[in-house]
């Protein structure tokens, strides 16, 4: 009887046996888990320089608008996106000896905002913006003399 007893215990050690090792099985296929990673993007070390390359002529009442265009210098090793242009009037300089005053009130600055969507390779005077104009507003009940002569200094801002 004391064999059956032993016999027994060692089948059921065996079965207990297997029984571990197929559940650690189990547990191995099906665990879960997590983790984090990074990555970086790069960024352009320099900014892109904006060049007007349209020459306008002197503005004056009842003058017509002219198109300001230009392009770009990419000092980056590689391509640059730009998405647009936007132009403004950063300040207007009066001539020396003006009477009155001049302002960028006296000035129409039409779609400011060019789109270029477009990606500026590196190098000097590449890629083109174009599309918005700028004329003299004329004001018939002001006297505008003091912006005879006067220069329009415009910024430009790239995104």
């Known amino acids: 009887m004391f064999k059956s007893t032993k016999r027994r215990a060692l089948v059921l050690l065996s079965v207990v046996a297997t029984l571990v090792v197929a559940g650690a099985a189990i547990a191995y296929w099906t665990a879960g888990g997590s983790g984090t990673g990074s990555a970086t993007t790069a960024n352009p070390t ?4 904006v060049h007007q390359l349209s020459s306008l002529t002197a503005m004056y009442p009842g003058d017509s608008a002219q198109t300001i265009s230009g392009n770009f210098d990419n ?8 998405s647009k242009v936007t132009a403004s009037i950063a300040s207007v300089t009066q001539a020396v000896g003006a009477v009155g005053s001049c302002d960028a009130t006296d000035y129409t600055l039409a779609t400011p905002a060019m789109t270029v969507n477009a990606e500026v390779p590196n190098g000097n005077g590449v890629g083109a913006f174009s599309g918005a104009t700028i004329q003299f507003k004329d004001k018939p009940a002001v ?6 002569g006067a220069t329009v200094n415009l910024q430009y801002d790239v995104s």
């Open 143 to 148: 006297n505008q003399d003091g912006c005879k």
């Open 46 to 49: 320099d900014t892109l320089v």
């Open 75 to 82: 000092p980056n090793a590689n391509p640059v996106h730009v």
